[in-house]
């Protein structure tokens, strides 16, 4: 496999001040970053890029968010894909019903973002192994 498709992080969503702070955090860490809109595009866009984790933004009134991560969760190609929804909602328990594997409530640290792509990477590398 690509080692450089193996190293990729997408950020999905529209928030352009969230989007610096992601560019930021992933800069220091071993990853590269690709970033897609909310919506049917982010699926596409995951399928080809095959991204080693997804970071999803969900923000009133974007009930597309929600939608969003419905549809990566649930494509046979993309669903095993750890998912981090970041949120200003308290929806931690309404993003894991709907498959997210971490949750981080806005605004995010850089220890707390680090902790969460740690944790989703090592799950996903597990599942990949097994």
């Given at each position: 496999?690509?080692?450089t498709?193996?190293n990729?992080?997408?950020i999905?969503?529209g ?20 970033f ?7 699926l ?20 597309i968010?929600w939608?969003t991560l419905?549809?990566?969760k649930?494509d046979l ?8 929804v970041c ?9 894991l019903e709907l ?25 996903e590398q ?5």
């Open positions: 496999m690509d080692q498709a193996n990729r992080i997408m999905i969503g928030d352009s001040h969230f989007t610096y702070l992601m560019q930021r955090y992933v800069k220091t860490s071993a990853h590269q970053i690709v897609t809109t909310l919506g049917e595009d982010a596409v866009r995951a399928r080809c890029e095959k991204p080693v984790a997804i970071v999803l933004v969900v923000d009133p009134p974007e009930a968010g939608h419905q549809v990566l649930t190609e993309v669903g095993k894909t750890p998912v981090i949120s200003w909602l308290d929806e931690e328990a309404h993003s498959g997210a594997d971490f949750f981080l409530h806005m605004p995010i640290l850089y220890a707390d973002f680090e902790t969460a792509l740690t944790t989703t990477t090592v799950k597990n599942e990949k192994s097994n």
